[in-house]
C-alpha cells in the first residue's frame, strides 16, 4: 500500500488535483481511499457528483459513539472511497484537530486500506495537525502542488521545510516525491516551477495547464476523468497520475531562503 499526500497553498488546486489522480487511478482498477484534510472539505465533492458529505468530526461530535465505516466513508466515481475530516465552527477550535480525530478514528476501525490511499492536505500553515499525515508516518510521499505565483511558491517551500525537519525522525520517513505545477497561465510558468523544484533537490513531477475543461466538469459535478475522458486535461491527469505510480525518485528537500526564492521568482515575473 502506497500513502501519498499533496501539500500546497489553499485554493491552488490540490482537490482538483487529488480527485482527478485519484479517479485516474480508481479507472486503472486500483483501489483507492482519498482523505480530505482541509476544513472546507471539499476535497471529494466532485468525486462524489457534487454531494458535501458528512466529516468525521460531524459525525464523532452527532453520534460520540458506535460510530462505523460507513458513517464517515463514501463511495465515490469508480469506486473511490471518500473521506473528509472536516474541523471546528469558524472561530472556534483547531482545525488541525479534525485531521488528527480523523486518523485516530480510521485506525480504530481498521479503515486505512487499499493499494493507495490519497491524503489532500491544506500547507498554507503546517501546524501539528496539518503536519500529522508527515510526522506520524502515514505519508511517506508528498508531492508539492504549486502554480507560478510568489505566494504558491512560498507555500510549498514552507512545506519543503517541514519535510525536511521531519525527515530526521525516525518515525516519519517522509520523503519529497516531486512538484506537480498547477498552471495559472503566467509567462514562462513551466519553466519557473521547474527551476523551483530543481532548486530545492526536487524535480517536476507534472505541469498541469490551465484549461477551461476543469470548469466545466466542475459546473457538472464531475471530475474532467468522468466528464470528459477522451480530452488532452483528462490525459494530463493521466500522466501525471503514472508518472507518481512510477516515481523511485524521493528527496529530502533543501528549502530556498526568502530572498534566493524572491530572486527566482522575480527573474521570470519581473515582466
Known sequence: MRQIALYGKGGIGKSTTSANL???WSDKGLNILQIGCDPKHDSTRMLMHGR?????????????????????????????RCVEAGGPEPGIGCAG?????????LEKLGALRGDLIVYDVLGDV???????????????????VT???LMSLYAANNIAKAIARLSAN???????????GNGK???DEEALISEFAEAIGSRLIAFIPRSPTVQQAELNKKTVLEYAPDSPQ??????????????????VPTPLSMDDLESLAYRYLKE
Open 170 to 180: 525516525s518515525r516519519s520517513q517522509v520523503r519529497l516525491g516531486g512538484v506537480i
Open 234 to 251: 483528462a490525459m494530463v491527469y493521466r500522466s501525471c497520475a503514472d508518472a507518481i505510480l512510477m516515481n523511485t525518485e524521493f528527496s
Open 52 to 80: 458535501v458529505i458528512p466529516t468525521v468530526l460531524d459525525v464523532i461530535r452527532e453520534q460520540q459513539k458506535d460510530v462505523s465505516t460507513t458513517d464517515v466513508i463514501f463511495t465515490g466515481y469508480s469506486g473511490v
Open 22 to 24: 485519484s479517479a485516474a
Open 97 to 105: 484537530r479534525g485531521i488528527i480525530a480523523t486518523f485516530q478514528l
Open 185 to 187: 497561465n503566467i509567462p
Open 126 to 144: 503546517v501546524c501539528g495537525g496539518f503536519a500529522m499525515p508527515m510526522r506520524e508516518g502515514y505519508a511517506k510521499e508528498v508531492y508539492l
Open 147 to 149: 502554480s507560478g505565483e
